[in-house]
């Protein structure tokens, strides 16, 4: 079985500061994991995605991730926060390729003027 | 990149009604459909998952009598929720993969108040 805890419903940064996002995973067998945004009202977005290689993924808008097995993590990061990136984030995992995928329950980020 | 259509964005309708989803794949074929609930504040939950030409295997406790799912063609699938309560107002996504299962895409969903 597979699960996805993300800590922290709510995130809140100032615009410039660094985001940090937290997930952390479940799974038996060497999982997928993804990354989305979603903005209000409308359906998510693909951030990034870790299947197999190097463990740092690069995404889009400037966002990355870090694919740690011995923590069993895969923490969002910005290093720069920008007014836009205020949304929801799902961390997302899956054994079985991009079938059947499980999501956490999401992290809403403010980011702060 | 690959499109996933998803109308209505938004209805409403009273306690009673059917109301009916569509997915489409735009520029992919689709030879696996997958069916979200997501209620305020919460995860995506799957419902089901259906396979062209295929019955739809539901989850633990969505009940396959009430969400009526038809995958007939390589871009179209249907959900029809059935006799509509105010309980099934929620947030619905469908999401679609091609023949290699590699990526996997995100209608915009439907919001469904059910009045």
């Known amino acids: 079985a597979q699960s996805v805890t993300q800590l922290g419903s709510h995130v809140s940064v100032s615009e410039g500061a660094l985001v940090l996002l937290r997930c952390n995973y479940s799974?038996?067998?060497?999982?997928?994991l993804f990354w989305y945004v979603q903005y209000p009202n409308q359906g998510l977005q693909l951030l990034l995605k870790?299947?197999?290689?190097?463990?740092l993924v690069k995404g889009i808008n400037g966002f990355e991730a870090e694919f740690k097995k011995s923590e069993t993590s895969f923490h969002l990061t910005k290093p720069s926060a920008h007014m836009s990136d205020a949304a929801e984030y799902f961390c997302?995992?899956?054994?079985?390729?991009?079938?059947?995928?499980?999501f956490g329950t999401g992290t809403k980020l403010q980011v702060i003027p | 990149g690959a499109v996933v259509s998803q109308h209505p964005s938004r209805v409403i309708c009273k306690s009673g009604t059917s109301v009916k989803i569509e997915c489409r794949s735009l520029?992919?074929?689709?030879?696996?459909m997958f069916w979200y609930r997501q209620f305020p504040k919460q995860s995506l939950m799957l419902m089901a998952t259906?396979?062209?030409?295929?019955?739809?295997?539901?989850e633990q406790g969505v009940e396959k009598d009430k969400f009526l799912i038809n995958h007939a063609s390589l871009t179209l699938s249907t959900l029809t929720v059935t006799s509509a309560h105010p309980e099934d107002s929620s947030f619905y996504i469908c999401?679609?993969?091609?023949?290699?299962?590699?990526?996997?895409?995100f209608g915009s969903g439907t919001q469904l108040s059910v009045l």
């Open positions: 520029d992919f074929q689709a030879t696996t």
């Open positions: 999401s679609a993969s091609g023949f290699s299962g590699e990526k996997l895409f």
């Open positions: 799974s038996s067998v060497p999982p997928y």
């Open positions: 997302a995992v899956s054994e079985r390729g991009y079938q059947k995928v499980t």
């Open positions: 259906s396979n062209e030409g295929s019955k739809a295997t539901y």
């Open positions: 870790y299947t197999t290689g190097a463990t």
